[in-house]
């Protein structure tokens, strides 16, 4: 089974929620949970409500 292409759009955090989870918020309105990835995690980059994420 080929491995298909993961789903990627623009939005901005509008909710720090706890381990490394974020409500984000769309450009077209939809409200979805985000998760930092690995090398986010491990450099300890930090996400806060009002950033602009892909």
Excluded: C, W, Y
């Excluded at 990627?8 to 984000?24: C, I, M």
């Excluded at 980059?45 to 009002?50: A, E, K, T, W």
């Amino acid at each position: 089974m080929a491995k298909q292409a993961p789903i990627k759009q623009e939005g901005f955090v509008t909710e720090a929620l706890p381990n490394a989870q974020f409500r984000v918020e769309l450009d077209n309105g939809h409200t979805i949970l985000g998760f930092l990835s690995g090398k986010m995690r491990k450099f300890f980059i930090r996400i806060l409500p009002g950033d602009r994420v892909d």
